[in-house]
Structures are given as structure tokens and as C-alpha cells.
């Protein structure tokens, strides 16, 4: 078994479509079929159903594509690894990072590490949690960056928090509490409460807080992103609570109002999370050494 039949498996299970997998490979159809009849072989077992015009992935197929993508990523790592050894110039930095950090917490320190290494080249994906813990097992990314609210594996991950993130309660500029030094919890329940949906990682967090203080709210409206909650409130749909980094320009142009909750401390922490039998990059090194260092610079953007 080489790499190149492993590669091909890939391609073609994402695509599957056996014209398509050989554009992408830049070989012919005949060549694909090939390295797919080889590993069949290999394996001793069928990767591929044929219904119709239709491919499939069979379930030893589907069995062996995380396999697959672990060992060709690592391949991938390793040659990476060993350029960078000889100098940073050469690279890619690839981490994966949910909404709330890859928007707004981040781009302050990327530009950082790009200016001290513009050799490097930087890939950060953005998607849910589940997705995201996924490509880190897959080896598809070297370390996410997620609220510490999303649960990890500990035995097999490692995750050390580096910022803390302090949470705000907001309302628009005309609205009844806007001019309020702080409100009760209580009091936000006549309010129409704008949250993330009720796996996400905050909602869960927000909703377990609520309760430590027997309270629930009657009314809530469920939007998924983060800037369409702040236009929400804008516009008067309700009332959220949210990331105070992440509307510190709409509270500092008017948009916005941020009002105490009386007696109410909400804060996550956010953490760099990386598999512990993983050995990281050079690149990945100096980024997480930049993450320790910089609280500051995110702090104050």
C-alpha cells in the first residue's frame, strides 16, 4: 500500500464520482479505478457500492476515511515539521476556532504572528464545535481555539485557557433599561431574551447560570449568529447577552447599551486545545507562545 492510493480514496469520497476524482488528481479515470481496485485488494474488502449512475462509500469505506485523512494529514505534518525546523519561512498554521474567536478575538493577534512570520501561511476554520473536534482527531487542523464551555476529551486532549472572556447583558439605545446603573435578572424576564441555539456551547452555559438563580425566561428567540443577534437587538427584536469584545464598537458608537446584571458574574474562559500524543509544529508552537503572550493585545484591539 502506498500514500497515493490513500489520497486517491479520499478524493474520490468526497467527490464520488470517479470522472471528477481524476480532474482533481490530474490523472485519468482508468488510473483512479486502479488505485481503488489496489486498495480494495489490500484491505480485502469492497470501498465502493456502484447503485445506478450513483457511487457510495460502503461501510468498510466509511470505516476507513477518518483512518485515511488521519494518516495522509500526518504525512503532510510531518514534511511540514521538518521544513520548519530550518527556518519559519515556510509553512501553513492550521487551527480551527468557533465563531465568537475566529471573528473577533483573533484577527488582532493573526496580524501579529504575520507580521513576525510572513512566510507562514495561515489556515483557520471556522464551524461548530462538533465539526471542529472532528478535525482536530482527523489530524485536519493542529489545535482549535473554543470556550472552554465545549466539552473536550481530557484524556486524550489537552486544553489550556489563556484569555477569559467576560459577558455582557445589551439592549438598544432607546431602550428602558439603557439608562439603568444595573438590573435584576428577574427583571429581564418580562424582556424577550435573544440567544444562540440550544446546543450551542453558551446557550448551555448562559441557561445553566439562569438556573443557579431560579430563573428562566417565558420568551426567547433563537438566531445562530452572533452579529445577527447584535442587529437584533439594534432593532429592538429583544435583549442579549454576549461577549462584551465582541461589542465594544456598538457600545462605543451608541449602538448599543451594555447594563449590569446586579449580582451576576458571567465569564468563560477560551482555550487552545491540541491532542496530548500530538507533537506541533514549529509554526504551532510560536502561535500558542504568541497566545500566552498577547492578552493584552486581544484585550485591547
Same mark, same amino acid.
Given at each position: 500500500m502506498n500514500i497515493t492510493k490513500l489520497q486517491t480514496f479520499l478524493t474520490l469520497a468526497e467527490c464520488l464520482n470517479f470522472t471528477e476524482a481524476a480532474e482533481q488528481l490530474y490523472c485519468s479515470q482508468p488510473a483512479v479505478s486502479m488505485?481503488?481496485?489496489?486498495?480494495e485488494h489490500d484491505f480485502g474488502v469492497p470501498l465502493f457500492d456502484r447503485v445506478g449512475k450513483k457511487l457510495y462509500l460502503t461501510k468498510q469505506g466509511e470505516q476507513l476515511k477518518p483512518?485515511?485523512?488521519?494518516? =495522509?494529514?500526518?504525512?503532510?505534518? @510531518?514534511k511540514e515539521h521538518l521544513q520548519q525546523l530550518?527556518?519559519?519561512t515556510y509553512g501553513t498554521l492550521?487551527?480551527? @476556532?468557533?465563531? !465568537?474567536?475566529?471573528?473577533?478575538?483573533?484577527?488582532a493577534v493573526l496580524g501579529h504572528f504575520n507580521r513576525t512570520f510572513p512566510g507562514i501561511k495561515i489556515n483557520m476554520n471556522i464551524t461548530s464545535s462538533r465539526q471542529l473536534i472532528g478535525m482536530l482527531e482527523t489530524n485536519k487542523v493542529e489545535l482549535l481555539i473554543i470556550s472552554d464551555q465545549i466539552p473536550v476529551d481530557e484524556t486524550r486532549m489537552q486544553a489550556v485557557t !489563556?484569555?477569559? *472572556?467576560?459577558?455582557?447583558?445589551? =439592549?438598544? @439605545? *432607546?431602550? #428602558?433599561? @439603557?439608562?439603568?446603573?444595573?438590573?435584576?435578572?428577574?427583571?429581564?424576564?418580562a424582556e424577550t431574551m435573544i440567544l444562540k441555539p440550544k446546543k450551542s456551547a453558551t446557550r448551555i452555559y448562559l441557561e445553566s447560570k439562569?438556573?443557579?438563580?431560579?430563573?428562566s425566561f417565558p420568551s426567547d428567540m433563537e438566531i445562530s449568529n452572533l452579529e445577527a443577534i447584535k442587529q437584533g437587538v439594534i432593532h429592538g427584536l429583544g435583549v442579549s447577552i454576549v461577549s462584551k469584545f465582541a461589542v465594544q464598537q456598538e457600545i462605543k458608537s451608541g449602538l448599543l447599551v451594555s447594563v449590569p446584571i446586579k449580582g451576576v458574574a458571567l465569564q468563560r474562559g477560551i482555550d487552545y486545545v491540541y491532542l496530548k500524543n500530538k507533537h506541533l509544529s514549529p509554526a504551532a508552537k510560536q502561535f500558542i507562545a504568541?497566545? *500566552? #503572550?498577547q492578552k493584552a493585545l486581544i484585550a485591547s484591539p
Open positions: 488505485q481503488i481496485q489496489g486498495l483512518y485515511a485523512e488521519q494518516i =495522509v494529514n500526518l504525512l503532510q505534518s @510531518a530550518e527556518s519559519l492550521s487551527f480551527g @476556532a468557533s465563531n !465568537f474567536v475566529g471573528v473577533y478575538l483573533l484577527p !489563556f484569555y477569559q *472572556d467576560e459577558l455582557v447583558l445589551v =439592549v438598544k @439605545a *432607546d431602550h #428602558r433599561l @439603557a439608562h439603568e446603573e444595573e438590573c435584576s435578572l428577574k427583571e429581564l424576564t439562569f438556573k443557579e438563580h431560579g430563573i504568541l497566545l *500566552d #503572550r
